[in-house]
DNA sequence: GCCGTAGTACGATGGTCGTCGTAGTATGGT
DNA sequence: ACCATACTACGACGACCATCGTACTACGGC
């Protein structure tokens, strides 16, 4: 009986350049965002992104196959937190300016998107 | 009689998810590195690309599109820096930490070309 | 004027990418 | 066992992207 398991890239296995690809897209980068103000991890059904579920999971993919986050299943739902010590010992500063540079810009769905703004904090505790 | 004058987003246009975008190009972030070592500016044929000239031109304007770089005629010459104050204003530490993280990793690529490593200093003066 | 050089518009090609719906799997609760 | 939930593999679609060759433009030197 074996629990699911993920495979991510090590950290010798992690590019800049599929960072930075997985970076530049406006979902996933909303990914990054959120965990980046959630301590500790969350899950996919957490997130409210604005593309259907399986574009979800494609996205979800792309930044777990380009070492950006880790995920790990808990029942039938998926834990996803940031490598931040990965890489920001292979990119110092890159995902801090990043995500600070993302935090700083107009935001235009702001007031159209429920939750996908702040994580939920106490709950299932 | 004019001169060939090259269309440039303004600060306000420019978008991290096309920054991010023109970046997560290998032999964009090889022109962007490039820039970063030099002082002023540097034509396009200073820089050697393993990309026919017809894809380097592509990828020139894809740079100078996203906000990146800054392109003017010179002659025949089309003279390129980085967009370095623009981008440091909008985005803190971004460029600086992606030019330092591409310079770290292991370069296979090195000893094959000539010449896209290291800028010409003193030449054609 | 011609010439050499730098760079490009255009069109084509093949691959990549983001998108989605559908039918499915895995899990835990009952 | 069933059920609800979270998530996904698969295939499809249309748009995007990187690539290149070809014929071209613009420029400065002569």
Redesign the pocket.
């Known amino acids: 009986?074996?629990?699911?398991v993920?495979e991510h890239p090590s950290v010798e296995e992690i590019r800049l350049e599929a960072v930075l690809?997985a970076l530049?897209?406006?979902?996933?980068l909303e990914v990054v965002c959120f965990l980046a103000r959630t301590e500790g991890e969350a899950?996919?059904?957490?997130i409210d992104l604005?593309?259907?579920?399986?574009?979800?999971?494609?996205?979800?993919?792309?930044l777990r196959e380009a070492g950006v986050i880790n995920?790990v299943?808990?029942?039938?739902?998926?834990?996803n937190s940031l490598r931040k010590a990965d890489l920001d010992a292979l990119f110092p500063c890159l995902l801090d300016s990043v995500v600070s540079a993302a935090a700083k810009r107009p935001r235009r769905d702001q007031g159209s998107t429920s939750g996908a703004g702040r994580p939920r904090t106490h709950q299932g505790e």
Not at 24 to 28: K, N, S, T
Not at 43 to 46: G, K, L, P, T
Not at 50 to 62: E, F, I, L, M, P
Request: glycine residues 6%; charged residues 20%.
């Open positions: 009986m074996s629990v699911r993920l690809h530049a897209d406006p979902a996933r899950a996919c059904s957490e604005a593309v259907s579920k399986s574009t979800g999971t494609h996205h979800y993919r792309v995920q299943y808990q029942g039938t739902a998926k834990m």
